[in-house]
């Protein structure tokens, strides 16, 4: 069974401009199947095996994420693709700042989304 429209709560600590000084520019956020889609040597060449959750330049335009290293990210997706019930799925992200630099990619996170309750039965 398939969700047309699934919701997705991220949360992590953001990095600096410099390290763990000052804002990024931009992240990018991919989700994959497979953790080798999601490694830093394959991050950027995988982007047919991975789906992009958030690009840089959308991510850009998005001032609640563009925060002061170390502070608390949190973002809220609705997922375009349709993804299925109890099946494992992992999201990774980089940040890239304001010189197109990326940051090494995060760590790799698993996600599942659970079958939903069934209906209560008509009395």
Known sequence: MT???????????ATGDDFDTGTVSGYEIRLAHNVTYLHEDTFDS????????????????????????GQKVTLELTLKEEVKYDTPYLVALRAVDEAGNKSLVSNIVSVM???????PAPR
């Open 3 to 13: 969700l047309e429209k699934t919701n997705l709560s991220l949360t992590w600590t």
């Open 46 to 69: 995988s982007a047919n095996a991975t789906t992009l959750l958030l690009s840089v330049v959308d991510s850009a335009n998005m001032t609640s994420l563009l925060v002061e290293a």
């Open 113 to 119: 989304i659970p079958t939903p309750p069934a209906p």
